[in-house]
């Protein structure tokens, strides 16, 4: 994956909540497989530690190492979620390997762990004071992870420069944020009642696969939450075979672009 070295420069757009929130269900939907085996084999590692604090037959440091393990797995499932998507952007990749992913999201792990926790601390604080500040600070960095993953930069400047993003659309970005949220809950509702009546091994199947599952939808809808306001005029996930000819690119044809972005098809 190549880095970007100069900032994207946003465009006013206005976005739509229930188009974005559409848009991610399709994307699921496409990139079902692949999302759903990165949230297992993380989730499943990240849960595996919980599952043997819940055993009991455990020393002192486990539930450290747990603590550490969750946010930075956490941090690498968001990264690869993110990342997935990006190859459909760029050039209709459907078919990344899981080892590729990893390999990408890995390289910005430590990166996306200080964007959580920044994060992380910046919003338990305003809801601290009275929810409401809470709720504004999450909608303002809800893009962070996808800055901080497609972007250069260090943690806080993916927090300004989500909050930059997002500004003009914060009531829009905040609905896809709250749909995004009653779906992963209703989704682990199930998983999470089945885990509280079984063992260690069946709570880790059950915690594992109800992360699996609703975790990339929220992951895909703030993607396209930030491909749209940063380039409005692109698709957000080009089928496969498909290029986006930039007016800044030379035609590999020879041709002229007619002064505007296009699609190509490369055969």
Not at 18 to 36: D, E, K
Not at 67 to 76: D, I, K, W
Not at 167 to 174: A, E, I, T
């Amino acid at each position: 994956m190549s880095d970007l070295a100069v900032t994207r420069t946003v465009e006013p757009v206005e976005l739509s909540a229930s188009a974005t929130l559409r848009q991610a269900w399709l994307l699921y939907r496409r990139l079902f497989v692949r999302s759903l085996v990165l949230g297992a084999v993380v989730s499943g590692a990240v849960h595996l530690l919980d599952a043997l604090v819940r055993s009991g037959r455990t020393g002192a440091l486990i539930p450290l190492a747990t603590l550490v393990l969750t946010v930075a797995g956490l941090a690498l499932l968001q990264g690869g979620l993110v990342e997935i998507v990006r190859g459909l952007h760029v050039d209709g990749d459907d078919d990344p390997s899981l080892t590729e992913v990893v390999g990408r999201a890995a390289g910005r792990t430590l990166k996306l762990v200080r964007v959580s926790v920044l994060a992380s601390l910046g919003i338990g604080v305003g809801v601290l004071l009275l929810v409401v500040p809470g709720l504004v600070l999450a909608t303002r960095w809800a893009v962070a992870v996808p800055v901080g993953m497609i972007e250069q930069g260090t943690a806080r400047d993916a927090l300004r420069r989500s909050r930059e993003i997002v500004r003009g659309n914060g009531w829009s970005v905040f609905k896809v944020l709250l749909g995004a949220s009653l779906l992963q809950v209703l989704v682990t509702i199930p998983f999470t009642l089945a885990a509280a009546g079984a063992g260690p091994f069946g709570w880790w199947v059950a915690v594992t696969l109800g992360s699996a599952l609703a975790a990339p939808y929220a992951a895909h809808a703030l993607t396209i939450v930030y491909y749209v306001l940063v380039e409005p005029a692109r698709p957000v996930a080009l089928e496969a075979g498909q290029r986006w000819q930039s007016i800044w690119e030379p035609d590999p044809d020879g041709g002229a672009t007619g002064g505007r972005d296009s699609l190509r098809n490369d055969e």
